[in-house]
């Protein structure tokens, strides 16, 4: 029994809008304001980075048309590469990048919410593990139910930021002065414009992961590419609004940190009680990113199963729901693991870079299909298209790997040790691929 086509383009907008747009949108603008000083330089970054998210996905849209499978970015170097060079991948999202994430938006929705009732370190743990669990079990229990439960959230969430935005310019709660000087040059330019570019890059990160429910989406070749572009558009300008309404609420000089950002927003539009306002917007808008989370991530250790790269029962699916279980089910415990354990946002920081160079490594193997014969759809403006993308994205990369050199290599170092993994465990099954070598 394999997995469904179910989803529609509405669904895949959801879940591209629903896993970016979490706590970042809060936290990321006053860094970036504080770092390059000015409204104008703000919005050249927001739009910088939303072009390049948006070049990206023009070139994640033809290869989901090219290869409409479960799996995502694992499917696509899988196809390109190799299974070896896809497994590092799925080893690396299983182990770390997935459970810690989950760990993380769990975490952050029970600490905000002791912002509404007070709760000890046990309780935020116990809420967190809870949230994790229910959410996974919807996703189980029936992926038409998740779906419609993500589509209701990400409604919710974009409504909410869109009266906060209308609400904020329209009531008048800020200043216009504050936009002024609307142009002026940071003092430290290259330092500047580092800090803002790697800021909105991973403000827009997990844009990518709607494919991974690729072999779910009804008329994929179509409806993907189209998904791709409706939600990274879409949030751009949400991003942009944002940004400009948190402008001119909160003078930059007197933003603190980035925590009470948020915070001083909220009680500028809405008085004393703002901060718990915006806690529950936080809460809502987090809980959309781990519904989307748990609904797709899982699709990878399918994929990998169904390969013969990872354990053949996770690549069942269950008789009754249709959906990937035990796939589910594991990223569930390992995330709960993280949960009770504490530091896995240390944890995952070693690996922002490898994952950051294995959509790289996605994006540049366009160059090496899109010649090939295929009658659907194709990425816009190419070459120039995955040029674009490579050039912003290897400027990231020397960033990350600049801030903490030590952190990016153990990253890579962690995810070349699945390499005898993979010959010692999974490639007798498959027989040695001497095309395939990673």
């Known amino acids: 029994m394999r997995l469904k086509r179910q989803f529609g383009l509405w669904t895949a907008v959801a879940l591209i809008i629903g896993q970016v747009i979490a706590v970042g949108i809060f ?7 504080k770092s390059v000083g000015s409204p104008f330089w703000l919005l050249a970054i927001w739009l910088l980075i939303g072009a390049m998210t948006l070049s990206g996905a023009l070139c994640y849209g033809e290869l989901s048309a090219r290869f409409p499978q479960a ?3 694992y499917a696509f170097l899988r196809e390109i590469y190799g299974k070896p060079l ?7 999202v299983l182990l770390v990048l997935d459970p810690g994430l989950t760990a993380v938006f769990g975490v952050g929705l029970a600490s905000y919410a002791s912002y509404l009732v007070e709760l ?17 079990l919807i996703n189980i229990v029936g992926a038409n139910f998740g779906a419609s439960f993500l589509r209701a959230l990400t409604m919710l969430k974009v ?8 609400y904020g310019f329209v009531g008048g709660f800020g200043k216009w002065q504050n936009f002024s000087p609307f ?30 429910i690729a072999g779910e989406i009804e008329n994929p070749e179509r409806n993907l590419p189209r998904a791709l572009i409706i939600g990274v558009a879409t949030i751009t300008v949400i991003y942009i609004l944002t940004s400009a309404v948190f402008f001119y609420l909160v003078p930059v000089a007197e933003v603190a940190n980035d925590q009470t950002f948020a915070a001083q927003a909220g009680e500028a539009l809405f008085g004393k009680i703002g901060g718990a306002i915006f806690a529950a917007v936080v809460i809502v808008s987090v809980l959309g990113t781990l519904v989307a989370y748990l609904m797709v991530s899982p699709r990878v250790y399918y994929a990998m199963a169904r390969d013969e790269v990872f354990f053949r029962s996770f690549g069942e699916v269950h008789p009754r729901f249709g959906t990937p279980h035990r796939a589910t089910l594991i990223q569930i415990a390992l995330a709960a693991i993280l949960v009770l354990s504490g530091g896995f946002d240390e944890i995952i920081s070693y690996f922002f870079f490898v994952v950051v160079a294995f959509i790289a490594l996605v994006v540049a193997g366009l160059f090496k299909v899109h010649g090939k014969e295929f009658d659907g759809y194709k990425t816009v403006l190419y070459p120039l298209t995955p040029v674009f993308f490579l050039v912003v994205t290897a400027f990231v990369l020397l960033m990350i790997a600049m801030r ?16 005898p993994v993979y010959y010692l465990l999974f490639n007798k099954r498959n027989g040695l691929d001497k095309n395939n070598s990673v």
């Open 71 to 73: 799996g995502g970015s």
């Open 404 to 419: 903490n050199p030590t952190r990016a290599a153990l990253g890579v170092a962690v995810v070349l040790a699945g390499i």
């Open 27 to 33: 936290l990321t603008p006053a860094g970036m304001a």
């Open 86 to 92: 896809a497994f590092l991948y799925g080893w690396m």
């Open 159 to 166: 409504a909410t930021l869109l009266f906060i935005i209308v």
């Open 120 to 136: 000890s370190p046990t309780g935020k743990q116990i809420l967190a593990i809870a949230v994790i669990v229910i959410v996974g």
């Open 183 to 212: 142009f002026s040059m940071p003092t430290d330019v290259f330092g500047a414009f580092a800090g803002g570019i790697v800021g909105a890059f991973f403000a827009f990160a997990g844009w990518w992961e709607v494919t991974r």
